[in-house]
T-cell receptor
Framework: KAGVTQTPRYLIKTRGQQVTLSCSPI?????VSWYQQTPGQGLQFLFE???????NKGNFPGRFSGRQFSNSRSEMNVSTLELGDSALYLC????????????FGPGTRLTVT | AQSVTQPDIHITVSEGASLELRCNYS??????LFWYVQSPGQGLQLLLK??????LVQGIKGFEAEFKRSQSSFNLRKPSVHWSDAAEYFC???????????FGTGTSLTVIP
């Protein structure tokens, strides 16, 4: 069974641009969560989608948004990029809704210049 | 508020020596507990997890962790460290009501020959 796939793996953008990251969960998984990892703030929860519905949201500005499609694939979008958005973005694929079976993807490294 | 504490930011051990990484959590109930390892530029790899039952859990790469309810701790141990264990280690918890991970700030491990 294939693991969690994130595309692209690396991305360089300019301040003010927008970016879309994609996460394909493990087949059969219905939950996708997104995390931002930076040296200063560590690993922070962005949001979680379960069966196309946002179920939980972290403390990030509205520039960060996401969605989930009927095939469980998820995208997150960051508009009006800032230098501080440079980070590793990780997604986690979940089988159940209770947190026990989740698997992380390799991440997308976003650099904002 | 929920929190996960890894009191050691950085640890240096000699190859072949034993290792213990500390993790404490603050929650109303016992959450699901995890340890992840991250090599530079990589994603998160699951070392082990605890849901219930036997409080000593075995993981990959020779790691083990012990859950102590009275101390709200879930410390990671390895009897003999290898140079390839040098990495960042993250303790994480998930409440059994959802999928959101709460991560500690991480412990960076350096292994000297």
């Amino acid at each position: 069974k294939a693991g969690v796939t994130q595309t692209p793996r690396y991305l360089i953008k300019t301040r003010g641009q927008q970016v879309t990251l994609s996460c394909s969960p493990i087949s059969g998984h219905r939950s996708v969560s997104w995390y931002q990892q930076t040296p200063g703030q560590g690993l922070q929860f962005l949001f979680e989608y379960f069966s196309e519905t946002q179920r939980n949201k972290g403390n990030f500005p509205g520039r960060f948004s996401g969605r989930q499609f009927s095939n469980s694939r998820s995208e997150m979008n960051v508009s009006t990029l800032e230098l501080g958005d440079s980070a590793l973005y990780l997604c986690a694929s979940g089988l159940t809704g209770d947190g026990r079976e989740q698997y992380f993807g390799p991440g997308t490294r976003l650099t904002v210049t | 508020a929920q929190s996960v504490t890894q009191p050691d930011i950085h640890i240096t051990v000699s190859e072949g020596a034993s290792l213990e990484l500390r993790c404490n959590y603050s929650y109303g109930a016992t959450p699901y507990l995890f340890w992840y390892v991250q090599s530079p530029g990589q994603g998160l790899q699951l070392l082990l997890k605890y849901f219930s039952g036997d409080t000593l859990v075995q993981g990959i790469k020779g790691f083990e962790a012990e859950f102590k309810r009275s101390q709200s701790s879930f410390n990671l141990r390895k009897p003999s460290v290898h140079w390839s264990d040098a990495a960042e280690y993250f303790c994480a918890v998930v409440m059994n009501t959802g999928n959101q991970f709460y991560f500690g700030t991480g412990t960076s491990l350096t292994v000297i020959p």
